[in-house]
C-alpha cells in the first residue's frame, strides 16, 4: 500500500492542524493505521493508532485530549485532528500502516510494513 502524508504546516501554540494519509493500492481498510512522529537526533516516537474498524483507538500520554485520530474507510484516507498543540509537537509526522491487526504491539514503530513520506509540523511560541 502507498500512503501519502500531508496537511503540516506552521501554527502558533494553542493552533489546530488536521494530517491526512491517503492510501492506495491494497485494500485500505485491512489495517490497523497509525502516526508516528520523528524529531531530529530522535528515535521515531508512536502518537496514535486506529483500529480498522475505527472502533478502538490508542493515543500516546501526550496526545490524550488534544488529538483525534479517525478514519474514512471508503475514501482511503486516515486523519490526525491536532489541537491545542504546543512548540513540543514540533517534528515530521508519518502514517503507517500494519495487516498485523490490533494488539499491544501496535505503539511499536517495527509492525508497520508501509510508511508515509512524512509532513512537517512546526508549532511557533
Known amino acids: 500500500v502507498q500512503l501519502q502524508a500531508s496537511g503540516g504546516g506552521l501554527v502558533q501554540a494553542g493552533g489546530s492542524l488536521r494530517l491526512s494519509c491517503a492510501a492506495s493500492?491494497?485494500?485500505?481498510?485491512?489495517?490497523?493505521m497509525g502516526w508516528f512522529r520523528q524529531v531530529p537526533g530522535k528515535e521515531r516516537e508512536f502518537v496514535a493508532v486506529?483500529?480498522?474498524?475505527?472502533?478502538?483507538?490508542d493515543y500516546v500520554d501526550s496526545a490524550k485530549g488534544r488529538f483525534t485520530i479517525s478514519r474514512d474507510n471508503a475514501k482511503n484516507t486516515v486523519y490526525l485532528q491536532m489541537n491545542s498543540l504546543k512548540p513540543e509537537d514540533t517534528a515530521v509526522y508519518y502514517c503507517?500502516?500494519?495487516?498485523?491487526?490490533?494488539?499491544?504491539?501496535?505503539?511499536?514503530?517495527?509492525?508497520?510494513?508501509?510508511w508515509g513520506q512524512g509532513t512537517q509540523v512546526t508549532v511557533s511560541s
Open positions: 493500492g491494497r485494500t485500505f481498510s485491512n489495517y490497523v
Open positions: 503507517a500502516a500494519s495487516a498485523g491487526g490490533w494488539n499491544a504491539r501496535t505503539r511499536i514503530s517495527d509492525v508497520y510494513a508501509y
Open positions: 486506529i483500529s480498522w474498524s475505527g472502533r478502538n483507538t
